[in-house]
């Protein structure tokens, strides 16, 4: 990167080689995102409430459930990861 004054010159294969980069990046949180979310809908809670009773069965419920709101969050702050790989994509292009 050279700059002159207020104006930035990019070096044209560092900034290839960034957008190569972020383009993996998010291809991987895509991924992971996708795995997260099928994770997440597996532990969506049943209709169990009439048959569950012992508290041994609560308490699994409850730990699914818990779990569930993890994964959710986890989804979430993929989805911020995402949006921000994005935002970084759009100006190292905007940059060209």
Do not use: F
């Not at 995102?33 to 569950?52: H, K, Y």
């Not at 986890?74 to 921000?84: G, I, K, N, Y």
């Amino acid at each position: 990167m050279i700059q002159t004054g207020p104006i930035v010159l990019v070096d044209p294969a560092r900034r290839e080689r960034r957008l190569a980069e972020l383009r993996h990046r998010r291809m991987l949180l895509g991924g992971l995102r996708d795995d997260v979310d099928l994770a997440w809908r597996a532990l969506a809670p049943a209709d169990l409430d009439g048959s569950w009773r012992s508290a041994a069965q609560r308490g699994y419920s409850e730990r699914r459930r818990e779990l569930a709101d993890g994964l959710r969050r986890a989804c979430r702050d993929l989805d911020d990861a995402q949006t921000a790989v994005e935002a970084a994509i759009a100006a190292a292009t905007a940059s060209a």
